[in-house]
């Protein structure tokens, strides 16, 4: 990794030095930076004129010497590889309706431009967030394409599971309940089945088809690549049905908000609901972005 030390360059040249540099590195390469004061400057520069392109480290603060990693990020990074560098973003994604699971491959200035937001500014708020859970500290990219196979059918699969019996009697109770005052919660009932029907025949075929080809292809060296290819498309393709049914979710429950009148159980049907969408998206996040790729970038003949 380069060091620069900026001390030793004239003040007027400095951030033009750094500039330098920084355009010198491929994608993925760092470089550190030394100084006797705070660089927020220098960082300020940076989120305006390289904004999403690049990746900012505090390595030390002060009080006599500053120093920072930066990295040059893919300057067409896509929303699914900012969630892979930055795993808390996922919930932040979620929040403001940016899909980084079935539509991972899409730019990130893009998508984000397209919800009216600065890329530049969400940027900023991405590097300071803090992952608000163990899910979110996990480094998937480091893990075997088996392992990864053994963690969704673990966590994922058996949270599924569990969880939509849950929600269709939850839906069912609420609807019978406030039905008559809200009109919407017919159609809720209705997605939350239709989730159901495309969501447990899935979890089958990756665990009774997929999965074990991946196993035996990954322990073996061998096996059907245009099986698996073929089989990958699939899925994808009812990933994205699931997530197109959880986007009409949150808009029919207006972004997991209960109306005014809304009993305890009607708010935790919602609640449980938004955790659901949590779960699933990282979920086929996990799948498309993480473990597709990585058996895509693996040669098993």
């Given at each position: 990794m380069?060091?620069?030390?900026?001390?030793?360059?004239?003040?007027?040249?400095?951030?033009?030095?750094?500039?330098?540099?920084?355009?010198?590195?491929?994608?993925?390469?760092?470089?550190?930076?030394?100084?006797?004061?705070?660089?927020?400057?220098?960082?300020?520069?940076?989120?305006?004129?390289?904004?999403?392109?690049?990746?900012?480290?505090?390595?030390?603060?002060?009080?006599?010497?500053?120093?920072?990693?930066?990295?040059?990020?893919?300057?067409?990074?896509?929303?699914?590889?900012?969630?892979?560098?930055?795993?808390?973003?996922?919930?932040?994604?979620?929040?403001?309706?940016?899909?980084?699971?079935?539509?991972?491959?899409?730019?990130?200035?893009?998508?984000?431009?397209?919800?009216?937001?600065?890329?530049?500014?969400?940027?900023?708020?991405?590097?300071n967030l803090t992952p608000a859970s163990a899910s979110e500290r996990l480094n998937y990219g480091q893990w075997s394409l088996s392992f990864i196979c053994d963690f969704i059918e673990s966590n994922h699969h058996s949270y599924v599971r569990e969880k939509l019996p849950l929600l269709k009697d939850l839906s069912e109770k609420v609807q019978n309940a406030h039905g008559g005052q809200h009109s919407f919660l017919m159609e809720l009932k209705e997605c939350i089945s239709h989730l159901g029907q495309e969501l447990l025949p899935h979890l089958r075929k990756e665990e009774d088809v997929l999965f074990p080809a991946i196993r035996k292809a990954e322990a073996t060296?061998?096996?059907?690549?245009?099986?698996?290819?073929?089989?990958?498309?699939?899925?994808?393709?009812?990933?994205?049905?699931?997530?197109?049914?959880?986007?009409r979710i949150r808009q029919i429950t207006n972004h997991y908000t209960p109306p005014e009148d809304a009993c305890a159980t009607f708010s935790y049907f919602y609640q449980e609901l938004e955790a659901f969408e949590k779960d699933l998206f990282t979920h086929v996040h996990l799948e498309n972005n993480i473990l597709f790729e990585k058996l895509s970038r693996t040669i098993i003949c």
């Open positions: 380069i060091t620069l030390d900026i001390r030793e360059i004239p003040p007027k040249t400095r951030h033009q030095a750094i500039f330098d540099k920084f355009h010198a590195l491929e994608p993925g390469e760092s470089m550190l930076i030394r100084t006797d004061h705070d660089p927020k400057p220098l960082f300020y520069q940076f989120t305006a004129e390289q904004p999403g392109r690049f990746k900012w480290e505090n390595e030390s603060a002060g009080p006599d010497i500053w120093e920072v990693r930066i990295t040059r990020m893919d300057p067409a990074a896509t929303v699914a590889s900012i969630v892979r560098d930055y795993p808390a973003a996922a919930g932040l994604f979620n929040r403001l309706g940016i899909d980084y699971c079935c539509h991972g491959d899409q730019p990130f200035e893009q998508a984000v431009r397209r919800e009216g937001l600065d890329p530049a500014e969400l940027m900023s708020q991405i590097r060296g061998t096996g059907d690549t245009e099986m698996r290819e073929r089989l990958k498309n699939e899925l994808k393709s009812e990933h994205e049905k699931a997530g197109q049914l959880m986007k």
